[in-house]
């Protein structure tokens, strides 16, 4: 049978990764891996003894040069913890590591295509050999990423079936705890079904019971909303309206939720919506006065300080993740180089 790497040779080949120069003959012949295009550049990179990737959506858009500061803090925090690793004489003394930080540019397609480069390792040529043992150098040992769930599911098929571990530092989707599905995706914020419990007890708490609920239409935001309504009506809690948009969607649907929430007679919402998508309905919810809401926020923008401009924020409460204080971290932080938009296309 096919060992793993020439089934991972035929996938890349099957995507137009990779040219085959010699088939795979019935006779165990070897093959000759070219990549056909100029690999994805990583944003911050450093040689090590052992390399860790990350991939952050560093930029709100693939064509637009719009930086988001929160996950450009994200990735430079991991450069942060591996450079005290290196400089450490107690965890690993002897080993360097290094790392490939890669820019998503929030696209679910990209973060995939970052998953299989970074599986690939760095060589831009291999052979595979007649044990179907791969010879390539610089294949990763881990991957931290990414921020979305979304984007973390995509990555965690690509590498589920190679045993590659992939640890998410923000990605919350009830549905990643699932280990024959995500047999080696890791993370270190709890699952969304515990916050959806947590937000209806805390809306409860607070007496409202007639609200309306808005979220992503993505993997995050849907499971959440299952959750939640289910949470919602067994606090006793009466939802008005419960709408989904992604920010990619035609403006058309962005302006339909909007007047979905100018028109409702709920001031409460409750919004379970990324970043991203939030920015997307609250510029719209600007352009005309919106009746005055009192917002419950979910973790992805309840600490998201670009968000607090929009008057609609004002006041709004949520659930954030506890914040501890790393020495020297937040010097590191402000002593930030400028960075080039890396995604392609960009103006």
């Given at each position: 049978m096919m060992g793993i790497s020439a089934l991972f040779v035929c996938l890349m080949?099957?995507?137009?990764?990779?040219?085959?120069?010699?088939?795979?003959?019935?006779?165990?012949?070897?093959i000759k891996c070219k990549l056909q295009d100029t690999a994805h550049p990583p944003a911050f990179s450093m040689d090590g003894d052992y390399v860790v990737g990350g991939v952050f959506s560093i930029h709100y858009y693939m064509h637009k040069v719009s930086i988001d500061s929160r996950e450009l803090r994200f990735s430079r925090a991991m450069i942060f913890a591996i450079e005290e690793i290196n400089n450490s004489s107690n965890l690993l003394p002897g080993v360097k590591l290094g790392y490939h930080i890669y820019d998503s540019c929030a696209s679910v397609p990209m973060a995939a295509h970052l998953a299989f480069q970074l599986a690939n390792g760095q060589d831009p040529e291999f052979s595979l050999g007649n044990d179907h043992n791969c010879s390539q150098?610089?294949?990763?040992?881990?991957?931290?990423?990414?921020?979305?769930?979304?984007?973390?599911?995509?990555?965690?098929?690509?590498?589920?079936?190679?045993?590659?571990?992939?640890?998410?530092?923000?990605?919350?989707?009830?549905?990643?705890s699932n280990k024959k599905q995500y047999p080696s995706f890791l993370r270190d914020d709890p699952s969304d079904q515990f916050q959806a419990n947590a937000l209806a007890k805390l809306v409860k708490t607070l007496r409202w019971t007639w609200i309306g609920a808005v979220c992503s239409d993505s993997d995050y935001g849907n499971k959440w909303h299952g959750f939640f309504l289910d949470a919602a009506h067994r606090e006793g809690i009466c939802v008005e309206y419960s709408e989904s948009f992604y920010r990619n969607n035609p403006r058309s649907k962005i302006q339909r939720v909007a007047e979905v929430i100018r028109r409702s007679t709920a001031t409460v919402i409750v919004a379970f919506a990324a970043s991203g998508d939030m920015r997307i309905l609250l510029e719209?919810?600007?352009?005309?006065?919106?009746?005055?809401?009192?917002?419950?926020?979910?973790?992805?923008?309840?600490?998201d300080s670009q968000l607090l401009r929009f008057s609609f924020c004002a006041g709004a409460i949520g659930i954030g993740i506890q914040q501890a204080v790393i020495p020297g971290l937040r010097d590191f932080l402000l002593d930030l180089p400028l960075t080039k938009c890396l995604c392609p296309g960009a103006d």
């Open positions: 080949w099957a995507l137009g990764l990779f040219e085959l120069n010699s088939a795979l003959g019935l006779n165990g012949a070897g150098s610089g294949m990763v040992m881990a991957i931290v990423g990414e921020s979305g769930s979304t984007p973390s599911i995509s990555m965690s098929r690509v590498l589920g079936p190679f045993n590659i571990p992939q640890v998410s530092h923000y990605a919350t989707c009830a549905c990643l719209e919810l600007s352009r005309e006065p919106s009746p005055a809401s009192s917002v419950v926020r979910s973790e992805a923008w309840v600490t």
